[in-house]
């Protein structure tokens, strides 16, 4: 224990950076990379190092050598973070890649991967899952939080032994903005600099580290990588916080200058993927029932339900941080049941549509349920609501377990991560959902959806 006296005596013998002479300086390196999206001939690749710069990534197919690499810049913006747009890959590949800054020694190596080109029939693939990573086992204010921190290796480690090609839904709270502790520091959410210091800090923890090198991660937010515990559009450093997960997660972009916020979509195979943003535009939560009161917003739901009508894909998968399916009297346990103008207007929307393969994803509740949506002449709606990875376990309340479409055999309460499985061909083509717990035990397995 090293008391805060001790700290500053200490602090006061290391000369500071500025008195160093220039070449006793470590000349800046990249030090954490992410993979992301990814198509038939472009990657983007997210690169942190610890000091300001320009990184020089190089890249080359595995089967060819360094030497042949071909080399983009990565302008490294406030947080020493930037996100290099590959362009102009071979489909169907592997490519190893090298990050480095000028004068800063190895840097950090990896590998991407292309997507197939689009084939006459989709091949098989697989999503990882996971939601509510809460990467210490203690709060700042002294009570237990976080366990199991395992699942991130065995996620890893499954990954390396698949048989299947695969990528990754980071499904929100995928890091705590934390309240203050006994410290004296700030809350987590209470200052731009503090976010930016909790979002650096949690993107290199050693624990993560091997999740981050197996696939391509993909992300949506909940509320507490957006502000404070269930914080909503009236959260007053959210510039601050859509700046920064828009700066650490390589989705597609994000948003659009009319609409801003996390929301994207992207297709991989015979599946579309639409990201939702519950925070932006979400109206407090316990505010009295009323029609107009929205989650996602009437510009977001507009263009929700405008993809979906377009979406060529036999799969969509619709994610967002919040549950869609579940229900509680209003303003007790988050929901889209306590926007129930919002949801209503979507399903009613659903019912009439000719929309067909919707399943959907959440997380945020601290134990996983599943959700089966009967409407009659319609195939049902499934949603995978999957937490949480490594924070506190809670259990089902009574009024999770009332809920009709709760499939109870589902329900897991303890640290679990999900899979999805786009597999088989034609008329036998399936979207089979697995759940399995921290040391990858399954759980449980469900098919979703079918062609
Ligand atoms: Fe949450």
């Given amino acids: 224990m090293t008391s805060r006296r001790d700290a500053l005596k200490s602090a006061l013998l290391i000369p500071s950076l500025a008195t160093l002479p220039l070449d006793a300086r470590a000349a800046p390196t990249p030090t954490v990379a992410v993979a992301g999206h990814f198509t038939q001939d472009a990657v983007r690749l997210w690169v942190q190092a610890n ?8 890249y080359w ?10 080399t983009v810049a990565v302008a490294l913006g406030r947080e020493d973070c930037g996100i290099a747009r590959i362009a102009g890959l071979r489909a169907d590949t592997r490519y190893r890649y090298r990050a480095t800054l000028e004068g800063g020694g190895e840097g950090i190596a990896g590998t991407f991967r292309t997507a197939p080109a689009p084939g006459a029939s989709p091949r098989d693939f697989r999503v990882y899952m996971g939601s509510c990573a809460y990467t210490e086992v203690m709060t700042r204010g002294g009570n237990v939080y976080g366990a199991n921190h395992q699942i991130f290796d065995t996620m890893a480690a499954g990954m390396a032994a698949d048989a299947l090609p695969h990528f990754m839904l980071w499904m929100g709270d995928n890091l705590y903005l934390r ?11 209470a200052t731009a600099e503090a976010m ?16 981050f090198a197996a696939t391509h991660h993909y992300a949506i937010w909940d509320d507490h990588d957006f502000g404070n515990n269930n914080s909503d ?4 450093l959210r510039d601050e916080s859509l700046r920064l997960f828009q700066g650490y997660w390589p989705n597609p972009d994000m948003g659009s200058q009319a609409l801003p916020g996390t929301w994207t979509k992207f ?5 579309e993927f639409f990201l939702l943003d519950n ?3 979400r109206d407090a939560e316990t505010a009295p029932a009323d029609p107009a009161k929205v989650m996602f917003g009437r510009e977001q739901m507009a263009w929700l339900k405008r993809s979906l009508t377009e979406s060529r894909a036999t799969f969509k998968v619709v994610a967002a941080g919040t549950q869609f399916l579940s229900e509680a009297p209003n303003g007790v346990e988050s929901g889209w049941h306590s926007y129930a103008g919002e949801r209503d207007d979507f399903f009613a929307w659903l019912d009439r549509s000719d929309v067909k393969g919707l399943v959907l994803l959440s997380g945020d509740r601290h134990n996983t349920q599943l959700f089966r949506r009967e409407t009659k002449g319609r195939p049902p709606v499934h949603e995978f609501s999957c937490s949480p990875m490594t924070s506190k376990i809670v259990k089902l309340n009574k009024h999770d ?18 899979t999805l499985e786009f597999s088989g061909a034609g008329a036998g083509r399936t979207l089979v959902a697995r759940c399995f717990d921290a040391d990858g035990k399954l759980q449980w397995t469900r098919t979703l959806a079918s062609a």
């Fill in 51 to 58: 000091g300001p710069g320009v990184a020089a990534l190089k």
């Fill in 233 to 236: 559009r009236t959260f007053p």
């Fill in 61 to 70: 197919p595995v089967d060819g050598t360094e030497a042949d690499a071909r």
């Fill in 267 to 271: 297709t991989h195979q015979d599946a």
């Fill in 196 to 211: 930016a210091r909790r979002y650096r800090e949690v993107r290199a923890k050693p624990i993560l580290g091997k999740l």
């Fill in 179 to 189: 309240g203050s502790g006994k410290d004296g520091n700030p809350d987590d959410f």
């Fill in 401 to 418: 377990l009332a809920n009709p479409r709760l499939d109870k055999d589902c329900a897991v309460e303890t640290q679990n991560f999900g």
């Fill in 279 to 281: 925070r932006w535009y």
